[in-house]
C-alpha cells in the first residue's frame, strides 16, 4: 500500500531549484533511505514529505488525497499522521524529557496518560523521563526526540539526519531503533549521508541537484 506520493514535485527559491520536479511513493511499513551530498535536496524533499512546507510545482498525495495548501490544515494533517526526528534532537532545555515527549500533545489529540510511560520503557529510557536535556547523553536526547515524535502514535516517521550528531556506535543504536519502528509497522523516512545506514533500509534513493536519480 502507498501511503505518501509525490507527483512531479519542484521547489523552487529566487536563485536556487532545489527540488526539479520529483517523484516518489512512499511505501506503507517500509524504511525509505535518502541519500545524497550536501545541497543536493534530501532535506527539501523530507520536508516536502513532511508537509511542512508547499511545493511551487506538482502535488502531494496523503493516503490517497490531495493534500491542503493551507497551513493550519496541513499542521492538523501532520499532528495526526507524522512524527519528526532532527539532526540536532530540537528538546526544549527548560523542561523534562517526559515534558519533551508530551510536548505534541499540547496541540490536541487525545493521548493516554500511560502512553508516555509505554512508550519510554519500549526505549529503554523510564529512568531518565526527569531528566533535563543537558544531563542526558546524545544517544538519550535523540531517544527522546524518537519517543516524542512517537506520542501521537503517527503512520509515518520523518528524521532528517537522526545521527548526524552521534558518535557512530550510538549511531547505530538510534537506526537499529528506527528499523525496529519499521518492523513493528510505521512507515520510516531517513535521510542520511552514511552509505553504512542502507542496511537498514528496503528502499534507498539517491538524490543529485534536486533530482531523483
Ligand atoms: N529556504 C531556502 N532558501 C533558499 N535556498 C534554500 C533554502 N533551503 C534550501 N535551499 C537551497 O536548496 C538546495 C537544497 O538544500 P537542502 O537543504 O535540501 O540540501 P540537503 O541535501 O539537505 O543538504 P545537506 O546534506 O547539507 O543537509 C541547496 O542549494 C540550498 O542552499
Ligand atoms: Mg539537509
Redesign the pocket.
Known amino acids: 500500500m502507498i501511503v505518501e506520493e509525490l507527483i512531479g514535485v519542484h521547489k523552487h527559491?529566487p536563485l536556487?531549484k532545489?527540488l526539479g520536479g520529483v517523484s516518489l511513493k512512499i511505501k506503507s511499513k517500509e524504511l525509505l533511505l535518502i541519500m545524497?551530498h550536501?545541497?543536493?535536496?534530501?532535506?527539501?524533499?523530507l520536508n516536502m514529505a513532511g508537509i511542512l512546507d508547499v511545493p511551487t510545482k506538482g502535488k502531494i498525495k496523503l493516503m490517497g488525497k490531495d493534500v491542503p495548501k493551507s497551513e493550519a490544515e496541513r499542521a492538523k494533517l501532520r499532528s495526526e499522521f507524522m512524527g519528526f526526528i532532527f539532526q540536532d534532537f530540537g528538546l526544549i532545555p527548560s523542561i523534562t524529557a517526559k515534558d519533551n515527549i508530551l510536548l505534541p500533545t499540547l496541540f490536541g489529540g487525545n493521548t493516554p496518560e500511560n502512553r508516555v510511560d509505554e512508550i519510554a520503557e519500549q526505549l529503554g529510557m523510564t529512568p531518565r523521563l526527569n531528566h533535563y536535556p543537558s544531563q542526558l547523553s546524545g544517544g538519550e536526547k535523540q531517544r527522546v526526540a524518537i519517543a516524542r515524535s512517537l506520542i501521537n502514535n503517527p503512520k509515518i516517521i520523518f528524521a532528517d539526519?537522526p545521527t548526524g550528531n552521534l558518535d557512530s556506535k550510538t549511531g547505530d543504536m538510534v537506526m537499529k531503533l528506527l528499523r525496529s519502528l519499521a518492523d513493528g509497522g510505521k512507515t520510516v523516512v531517513i535521510?542520511s549521508?552514511n552509505p553504512e545506514h542502507e542496511a537498514y533500509a528496503d528502499t534507498v534513493i539517491n538524490?543529485k541537484d534536486?533530482k531523483i536519480i
Not at 38 to 45: E, L
Request: no cysteine; hydrophobic share 30%.
Open positions: 527559491y536556487i532545489a545524497g550536501s545541497g543536493s535536496g534530501k532535506s527539501t524533499m539526519e535521510v549521508h538524490m534536486g
